[in-house]
Every structure is written in structure tokens, then in C-alpha cells.
């Protein structure tokens, strides 16, 4: 596989740079994924397991960095994720998504998890996650993902603290700063 890539590589360099990304705003990868949470979705209290909130919440992210790049994308790393509330069986499932920051090949992804009652419609926020994606060509090779046009206040703090968040896990990387199990 490395040789495949480095080959690869040389191509498109001897083809000459690649021809600029064009820019997109943040609101074109906004994405929400509703799911009805069922009773093989959950642990024997009766909520859902945490690992499917994991699940979903990849599938949520993936879908707003592929709605971004127009590729095929593969889940680098997860920079956070909490649980705040369960969510019961019988309830929906509700994640939202969109690109903080494009960085040169990936992205982070913020995605944010709320349970709905049926019956009265009230969400309440359960879980959040910081997912990093690596967009991919046809050759399954990591290419650029278009840089963000940012509309919003809101989009401004996004993008500033997902590069807070990037200095940070590259400074920690590979510096064995968790304890040993």
C-alpha cells in the first residue's frame, strides 16, 4: 500500500499542482441523523448503549465531512466525547453535524446528540463529540478538502477552538501521556 501511495504521489505531482479547492460554506455540510431508539439498542436499564451513541455519532460526523468534501471520508481520531443524560428506549435519536475546520486533508467535525420524547416533542442534549475525518480520492489516497467560508459568530468560534483543539492533540500525540492500564 505505501508504494501505491508514493506512486500516486508522483503522478500528481508531474501532472502539476492540483487545481485550487473551491471554498464552501459551513451550512452546505450541516447534517442530522434521527434514529428511533428500539429495544436492541439498549442496555438492561433500558437506555441506549453507549457504544451505539459512539456509533451513530461516527455515521453523523462522516456525513457532514462527506457532504463537505465530496469524498469518501475515514475517521482519523475522536478528540471528545461525553455522555450527559441517557436516552430511553422509545425515545428518538436525534444528531446534528457540520465541519468546524477544514485543516489541508481533514476536517473536525462537531456533532451533538439529543434525545426527543415522542409525545411531547421535548429534546434535551445527551452527548457531544469532536470527530476528526480524512478526506479520500477515488484511489483511496488522502486529497484536499475545500477550505470553509465562515457565515456566522458562531461558525468564527467553531473554527477558532477546533485549531485550539488540533494544537493540542498534536502536541500530546505519540507522547505517552495516559497512564499506563
Known amino acids: 500500500m505505501p508504494q501505491r501511495r508514493k506512486r500516486i504521489q508522483r503522478q500528481k505531482a508531474k501532472r502539476g499542482k492540483a487545481p485550487a479547492v473551491a471554498r464552501k460554506p459551513v451550512s452546505a455540510s450541516r447534517s442530522e441523523l434521527t434514529e428511533f431508539v428500539l429495544p436492541n439498542d439498549a442496555n438492561a436499564l433500558g437506555n441506549m448503549l453507549g457504544g451505539r451513541v459512539m456509533h451513530f455519532i461516527d455515521i453523523a460526523g462522516a456525513l457532514a465531512a462527506a457532504r463537505h468534501s465530496n469524498s469518501y471520508v475515514v475517521t482519523a481520531s475522536v478528540d471528545y466525547l461525553d455522555f ?32 426527543e420524547n415522542l409525545l411531547t416533542g421535548e429534546r434535551r442534549h445527551t452527548s457531544s463529540a469532536y470527530v476528526t475525518y480524512v478526506a479520500l480520492d477515488s484511489n483511496r489516497v488522502p486529497h484536499p478538502a475545500p477550505p470553509l467560508i465562515l457565515e456566522t459568530e458562531e461558525d468564527r468560534r467553531r473554527f477558532r477552538e477546533a485549531g485550539e483543539r488540533r494544537e493540542l492533540r498534536l502536541a500530546t500525540r505519540h507522547k505517552g501521556i495516559l497512564p499506563s492500564i
Open 84 to 115: 450527559r443524560f441517557p436516552i430511553a428506549v422509545g425515545e428518538f435519536v436525534v444528531l446534528k453535524s457540520s465541519v468546524n475546520r477544514v485543516f489541508h486533508t481533514s476536517m473536525e467535525v462537531g456533532v451533538k446528540v439529543f434525545s
